[in-house]
């Protein structure tokens, strides 16, 4: 996904940045630091070894992901949407109504995203409610899902 999202871009022109490849150069999320590029192999394997172990995937467990991969943050650049495209893919994988987090919700999302290990109902009401938004785009689709 990080390929398809930024070959083609400036960054892919740079040297040191990577298309597709791990970071280079430490980077950080909202002030906060990530996880170093000589661990992010190690702790990306780590977080889908425990992911894949989970049998049925709930909302919870998707976000839950999100997180976890925002915060080792493992490209130089293009993080959020790789995450966020994931979280997609992996709702529809799991059955559950995706969503797209609209551009008046980001202040939310990234307070729910630093909130999440001390709160969890930030970051799971601004993925529901931006659920519920793509519920009734799909209701005007007349396009059928799970409730």
């Known amino acids: 996904m990080h390929a398809w999202l930024k070959s083609g871009t400036s960054d892919s022109r740079k040297s040191w940045f990577g298309v597709d490849e791990y970071k280079k150069l430490p980077n950080e999320i909202g002030g906060h630091e990530t996880t170093s590029p000589e661990h992010v192999a190690k702790e990306i394997r780590q ?7 989970i049998a049925k995937k709930t909302l919870d467990d998707i976000i839950d992901f999100h997180v976890r991969f925002e915060l080792i943050h493992p490209f130089q650049d293009g993080n959020g949407r790789v995450g966020r ?3 997609f893919k992996e709702c529809l994988r799991a059955n559950i109504v995706p969503f797209i987090i609209p551009a008046d919700m980001k202040m939310f999302y990234y307070r729910g995203l630093s909130e999440w290990h001390r ?3 930030f970051l799971r009401d601004t993925c529901l409610a931006s659920q519920d938004t793509f519920k009734r785009s799909l209701d005007q689709g007349r396009i059928p899902y799970n409730h």
């Open 47 to 53: 977080l889908l070894d425990a992911y894949n172990a």
């Open 119 to 121: 709160e969890r109902g």
């Open 85 to 87: 495209l994931i979280m």
